[in-house]
């Protein structure tokens, strides 16, 4: 079955530092891949997705690559703030259905 | 904001009792999916439903069960609560044909004692 592994935290870094998360994943096929970030007290919110080989997801300074090869979508941002503090999640949706398949989550804290 | 909103926002039951918890999707959404978020770990699909049928389920035992109404409106029903369900419940609502978009509510946090 489909599964994801992402880097196990917690991560904690000083205000414009450069960040990364690891993620891979194991998927037949060619599964849509994403990055949500939980802030405290919330739900999940949608930050990137890539949906095939090589592309490359944004939003508000973080990107990740969707690498076939390495089966790896890592998330990066190169300089992150006190407010990106929050639980990052890298996710997949496999094949026809809706069902996403997420990691344990990292724990980001930004000092500043 | 994602236009998703779950109700209530905590609750609090016992062992062996039965829950409700709810989602308003956005309007057009015809498809809601359920999650399960037990404290430190990422969220575990539970199933899905579309036009008010199921559509697929996760490794949850059949006391969770659910509804979707024609109002876009839906629930999460679980029986027989064990202390093992107590986690925060997510659900999340799609347009079909857009399955890589979904918007998840603020989730609802249940505690079984």
């Known amino acids: 079955g489909n599964s994801v592994t992402q880097m196990e935290g917690p991560v904690t870094l000083s205000e414009e530092a450069f960040l990364t998360i690891n993620c891979t994943y194991t998927a037949t096929g060619y599964p849509s891949l994403f990055w949500y970030v939980q802030y405290p007290g919330e739900g999940l919110q949608l930050l990137l997705k890539a949906t095939k080989a090589d592309d490359k997801g944004s939003n508000k300074g973080f990107e ?3 690498r076939k090869e390495t089966t790896s979508f890592h998330l990066e941002k190169g300089s992150v703030q006190v407010s990106d503090s929050a639980v990052y999640f890298c996710a997949l949706r496999g094949g ?3 069902k996403l398949t997420f990691g344990k989550g990292t724990l ?3 000092n500043p | 904001e994602t236009g998703v909103t779950q109700s209530p926002t905590h609750l609090i039951k016992t062992r062996g009792q039965q829950v409700t918890l709810r989602c308003s999707s956005q309007s057009g ?3 809601v999916s359920w999650y399960q978020q037990a404290l430190g770990q990422g969220p ?3 199933f899905q439903y579309y036009r008010e049928e199921e559509n697929g389920r996760g490794n949850f035992p059949p006391r969770f069960s659910g509804l979707q109404f024609p109002n876009y409106s839906s629930e999460l029903n ?3 609560l064990e202390l093992d369900d107590s986690a925060l419940y997510l659900c999340a609502s799609s347009l079909a044909g857009d399955q890589d978009t979904q918007y998840f509510g603020p989730g609802t946090r ?3 004692l």
Request: net charge neutral; glycine share 0%.
């Open chain 1, 64 to 66: 990740a690559t969707y």
């Open chain 1, 108 to 110: 980001l804290t930004v």
């Open chain 1, 96 to 98: 026809s259905n809706y």
């Open chain 2, 110 to 112: 249940l505690t079984v």
């Open chain 2, 78 to 80: 679980v029986n027989a």
């Open chain 2, 29 to 31: 959404h015809n498809t």
């Open chain 2, 44 to 46: 575990q699909f539970i």
